[in-house]
């Protein structure tokens, strides 16, 4: 079992930065590749970012790269994802979520097994 806690939501004007944080604990962290996922009101929860077991891969969505990094700790248990150039488009609940290694680093929401209990990120115009 792996539990997920985010941190560092909050509300920002466009143009602005966030850096979310996600806590896990129980089985051995870096056997697990990372994502961070969104959902925002009224739509389907979609692919945002993902990093592999040991931090070597990285995934991005094309509508968040250049402009979001995530990276991890596995000394930390922790996953981050530094968000910069922010948009009202971002705004969203953001959820960390967490499978078993894997040869590739995936985007699908239905590959991933654990999921955090989501932080708010609004974005204001």
């Known amino acids: 079992q792996v539990m997920l806690v985010e941190s560092g939501g909050g509300l920002v004007q466009a143009g602005g930065s966030l850096r979310l944080s996600c806590a896990a604990s129980?089985?051995?962290?870096?056997?697990?590749?990372m994502g961070w996922f969104r959902q925002a009101s009224g739509k389907e929860r979609e692919f945002v970012a993902a990093?592999?077991?040991?931090?070597?891969?990285?995934n991005y969505a094309d509508s968040v790269k250049g402009r979001f990094t995530i990276s991890r700790d596995n000394a930390k248990n922790t996953v981050s994802l530094q968000m910069n150039s922010l948009k009202p488009a971002d705004t969203a609940i953001y959820y960390c979520?967490?499978?078993?290694?894997?040869?590739?680093?995936?985007?699908?929401?239905?590959?991933?097994?654990?999921w955090g209990q989501g932080t708010q990120v609004t974005v204001s115009s």
């Open positions: 979520a967490a499978r078993f290694q894997y040869r590739r680093v995936v985007t699908s929401t239905d590959d991933y097994g654990y």
């Open positions: 129980g089985r051995t962290f870096s056997s697990y590749d």
């Open positions: 990093i592999s077991h040991s931090g070597g891969n990285t």
